[in-house]
Nanobody, 124 residues
Framework: QVQLVESGGGLVQAGDSLRLSCAAS????????MGWFRQAPGKEREFVAA????????YYADSVKGRFTLSRHNAKRTVYLQMNALKPEDTAVYYC?????????????????WGQGTQVTVSS
């Protein structure tokens, strides 16, 4: 079992930055690929970014590429999603997820464990 706890969400203005964190407990952290997904009101959950177990490989949705950076600190069992140049369309609940596979993937059904989510609201 893996438990995931997200933090760092909040209300910001367009153009601002936020850093989300996801702390994991349970199985060996370096054996988990980690991903972030988001869900806006009335919309389906969508992929944001993913990172391999070693941190050597990352994968981003086109909508956030160049603005968001995903990293991980395996000793701290934490992943970080640095979000810059935020836009109102980034407003959503952001979910951290863990995949026992080692490669970063965008398919949500690949992820076995999910956090409770953290709200990000970007005002125009």
């Amino acid at each position: 079992q893996v438990q995931l706890v997200e933090s760092g969400g909040g209300l910001v203005q367009a153009g601002d930055s936020l850093r989300l964190s996801c702390a994991a407990s349970g199985r060996a952290f370096s054996e988990l690929a980690m991903g972030w997904f988001r869900q806006a009101p009335g919309k389906e959950r969508e992929f944001v970014a993913a990172i391999s177990g070693t941190g050597g490989s990352t994968y981003y949705a086109d909508s956030v590429k160049g603005r968001f950076t995903l990293s991980r600190h395996n000793a701290k069992r934490t992943v970080y999603l640095q979000m810059n140049a935020l836009k109102p369309e980034d407003t959503a609940v952001y979910y951290c997820a863990a995949d026992p596979g080692l490669s970063p993937v965008a398919r949500d059904y690949e992820y076995d464990y999910w956090g409770q989510g953290t709200q990000v609201t970007v005002s125009s």
